[in-house]
C-alpha cells in the first residue's frame, strides 16, 4: 500500500468527504437524540473546635466518607426516584474547595427540578447522618449545608460537546480508513524491474524520486536523456509534438514535462513547454519552473482572442532555448478552446519557431482534454508512478488514447526504485573506485 496517505485521501477526496460527512452527521443526530442532562450544586461546610483536625482535613474526610455505601442507601430511601447504589454515585461528584472548609456536592438528573431534587436530598442526609454519628462531642467537627442547590436554567453542556468532538474524530478516522481500504482493494501496475513493457506499451525510461543533493540531480538528468533517447528512436522521425499525460491525478506528468523539456533545451533544442492544463494547471509547482514569472496572460487568453501581442505576450523565457506558455485564467469550455483552430493555428505556428513543443495535459481521467491534445501531437507519452497508479486507470486511460488513435509512444515510469538502484555509482569515489561515506 502507498503510505503516503494524504495522497491518498486527495485522489479518493469524493469517498472521505462523503464518509465524513454522513458520520458527522449520524454522530449530530445521536447526539441531540441523547437525553439532555441537567447538573445542580449543593455547598456544605465542615466546622470544627480547636481540638478537632482542620477544617480542610475535615473535608477531605467528609468528601470519601460521601461515598460510603450505607450513607448512599439511606439517601436512596428518601429519594421519589428509584435508583440503584451504582446509579446514584454515578450521578454525583463530591469536590473540596480547595484552601477552604467548603465541600461541594453535585447531582445530575433527566431535568432540572430532579437533579435539585437529588442533590439537596443527598447534602441534606449526609449532614444530617454526620452530626447523628458525632453527637455534641465537643472534639469532633461537623458538617453543615451551607447553600441548597438552585434550579438549574440550562442542561449541562460538557457531556455533548465531547460526545461531538470524540464523534468527529471518529468520522474522520472512519473517511481516512475508508479511503485507504478502497484503494488497497484495487490492483496496482506493480511495474518490476525486469519489466520492459506496462500493459502492452513500452517503458521508455525510469525516472527516479527527484531530490535535491547533487547526486540525485546527476541521475535525473541521466534518466531524462535516456528519455529523450528513447522518444527520437521510437519513430522514424522524432517527434515534434509530444503530449504528456497520466491515468490519474498525482503521477508525476508535470514534472516529467518540466524535466524533459528542460533536458531537451540543453541537448540544444528550440523547445517551447505548453502548459495544457485549463482545468487545475500544476505545471508551475514543478522545482524547475518555480522562479519563472507567471504573470500575464496565457493559454485560454490566447485561444479566446482577448488583446494581446501575440506569442509574444504568453511565451515567457526560462532557458536560452526553453521558452514556457502558462495556461492563464481559467477558463470556461477548456474542451472547446482545445479543438478551436485558433489551437491548432498556434501548434503550426510553433512548429515553424520551435525544434519540440511539449504540452502538459491534464490527467486522462479528467474530461476529455488530454485526448484532444493527444490526437493532435506526434507522440504522446503515459507517465504512470511506481508506487501508487492503479492498473484500471492505466488501462481506461490508454484505451481512451486508442479512441482517438492518438500515437502512444510509451510508458515512463516515475518514481521508480529500479531507477534508484544505480545510486550507488554516483557514490563512487572516481581515484580510488571505492565509495564514498
Known amino acids: 500500500m502507498n503510505p ?22 449520524l454522530v449530530a443526530t445521536a447526539t441531540t437524540l441523547l437525553p439532555r442532562t441537567y447538573r445542580a450544586t449543593a455547598t456544605l461546610v465542615a466546622t470544627g473546635s480547636e481540638e478537632s483536625a482542620p477544617s480542610e482535613q475535615l473535608v477531605r474526610t467528609y468528601s470519601a466518607l460521601a461515598r460510603n455505601p450505607n450513607i448512599v442507601d439511606a439517601v436512596r430511601r428518601e429519594l421519589p426516584i428509584t435508583l440503584t447504589r451504582g446509579d446514584l454515585l454515578d450521578r454525583m461528584t463530591f469536590a473540596p474547595v480547595a ?13 432540572a427540578k430532579q437533579a435539585r431534587t437529588i442533590t439537596n436530598t443527598y447534602a441534606a442526609v449526609f449532614a444530617s447522618r454526620v452530626r447523628d454519628q458525632l453527637g455534641d462531642e465537643a472534639t469532633e467537627g461537623s458538617l453543615e449545608l451551607a447553600e441548597p442547590a438552585a434550579l438549574p436554567t440550562a442542561p449541562a453542556r460538557g457531556g455533548r460537546l465531547l460526545y461531538l ?12 480508513g475508508a479511503a485507504v481500504l478502497v484503494e488497497m482493494q484495487r490492483p496496482r501496475l506493480h511495474v518490476r524491474r525486469d519489466d520492459r513493457h506496462v500493459c502492452d506499451l513500452p517503458i521508455l525510461a525510469r525516472i527516479p524520486k527527484l531530490g535535491r543533493s547533487a547526486d540525485h540531480s546527476t541521475m535525473a538528468e541521466d534518466a531524462f536523456t535516456w528519455l529523450q533517447t528513447s522518444i527520437d528512436h521510437r519513430t522514424a522521425e522524432a517527434p515534434r509534438i509530444l503530449a504528456v499525460t497520466s491515468p490519474a491525478e498525482g ?42 514569472e507567471r504573470t500575464g496572460p496565457g493559454l485560454s487568453e490566447h485561444l479566446s482572442g482577448r488583446p494581446g501581442d501575440g506569442l509574444l505576450s504568453v511565451a515567457h523565457p526560462m532557458h536560452s532555448r526553453l521558452h514556457v506558455i502558462w495556461a492563464g485564467a481559467p477558463a470556461p469550455g477548456p474542451a472547446a478552446l482545445l479543438t478551436s483552430p ?13 525544434d519540440r513543443i511539449i504540452i502538459d495535459t491534464p490527467p486522462l481521467t479528467v474530461g476529455a482534454d488530454a485526448s484532444i491534445i493527444a490526437a493532435k501531437a506526434d507522440g504522446a507519452l503515459l507517465v504512470v ?10 488501462e481506461a486511460g490508454i484505451e481512451k488514447l486508442a479512441a482517438v488513435r492518438a500515437t502512444v509512444l510509451g510508458v515512463v515510469v516515475n518514481r521508480s526504485a529500479a531507477a534508484g538502484a544505480v545510486s550507488r555509482y554516483y557514490h563512487r569515489d572516481p581515484a580510488r573506485g571505492a565509495s564514498v561515506s
Request: aromatic content about 2%; overall charge positive.
Open 385 to 394: 508512478d511506481a508506487s501508487s497508479t492503479q492498473r484500471v486507470d492505466t
Open 4 to 25: 503516503d496517505v494524504p495522497s491518498i485521501v486527495w485522489r479518493r477526496r469524493r469517498l472521505f468527504l462523503g464518509v465524513l460527512v454522513v458520520s458527522l452527521a
Open 99 to 111: 484552601r477552604t472548609q467548603l465541600l461541594e456536592l453535585s447531582g445530575k438528573g433527566s431535568s
Open 342 to 354: 485558433s489551437f491548432d493555428a498556434l501548434l503550426q505556428t510553433l512548429r515553424r519557431t520551435h
Open 251 to 292: 503521477d508525476g506528468k508535470s514534472t516529467v514535462a518540466a524535466h524533459l523539456a528542460l533536458a531537451l533545451a540543453r541537448a540544444d533544442e528550440r523547445v517551447i513547454l505548453i502548459e495544457g492544463d485549463l482545468r487545475r494547471p500544476r505545471l508551475h509547482l514543478a522545482s524547475t519552473l518555480k522562479d519563472v
Open 165 to 176: 468532538a470524540l464523534g468527529a474524530a471518529l468520522g474522520l478516522l472512519l473517511a481516512v
